[in-house]
T-cell receptor, first 115, second 112 residues
């Protein structure tokens, strides 16, 4: 149980374009979803927290207009990187939890490369 | 301000022996701690957790110990197996806070 999927697993896009990453909880209702970013050999950096039906809460230093997060249902959240630049190239990982759970369950991650 | 620290970036252990991964934290408001295992290019996998009201939690080969006075937790893996080779992250959560704060990770290598 507690399976989270992400799509796509890797994506290459040109500078200036936008790319959408989907995160789905497959076997539970995810009342809260989280988006992280990981740079090589570094820890996971929380970008934002989203609750179903509400606006996402962004961490300090994360541009909300650049990283658009939508949590439209209890099983789906999307992260759209708008006007991507090479410095946005990174490994993006989502996680999800259900109401009352302390644990977060992670998706497999998406490798974004901006050329 | 690194509130959760894993001071050993890497650790090598012989197969069959005990692996001990350490984690220190500074925020006394943390009341729940988790360990995750991560393979390259994959998302972290939840391993085991412990509440601050306990000092030990076991699940099969994995045991987590918590020393609140020292603000220290450790993950013991025994016996260590080749499949345990991965990066291990400890994470902490504050009371009423749904966010997790992650440590920097320890790369564990099990030597056959």
């Amino acid at each position: 149980g507690a399976v989270v999927s992400q799509h796509p697993s890797r994506v290459i896009c040109k500078s200036g374009t936008s790319v959408k990453i989907e995160c789905r909880s497959l076997d539970f209702q995810a009342t809260t979803m989280f988006w992280y970013r990981q740079f090589p050999k570094q820890s996971l950096m929380l970008m934002a927290t989203s609750n179903e039906g509400s606006k996402a809460t962004y961490e300090q230093g994360v541009e909300k207009d650049k990283f658009l997060i939508n949590h439209a249902s209890l099983t789906l959240s999307t992260l759209t990187v708008t006007s991507a630049h090479p410095e946005d190239s990174s490994f993006y990982i989502c996680s999800a939890r259900w109401t009352g759970a302390y644990e977060q369950y992670f998706g497999p991650g998406t490798r974004l490369t901006v050329t | 301000d690194q509130q959760v620290k894993q001071n050993s970036p890497s650790l090598s252990v012989q197969e069959g022996r005990i692996s001990i991964l350490n984690c220190d934290y500074t925020n006394s408001m943390f009341d729940y701690f988790l360990w995750y295992k991560k393979y390259p290019a994959e998302g972290p996998t939840f391993l085991i957790s412990i509440s601050s009201i306990k000092d030990k939690n076991e699940d099969g080969r994995f045991t987590v110990f918590l020393n609140k006075s020292a603000k220290h937790l450790s993950l013991h893996i025994v016996p260590s197996q080749p499949g345990d080779s991965a990066v291990y992250f400890c994470a902490a959560r504050g009371f009423g806070n749904e966010k997790l704060t992650f440590g920097t990770g320890t790369r564990l290598t099990i030597i056959p």
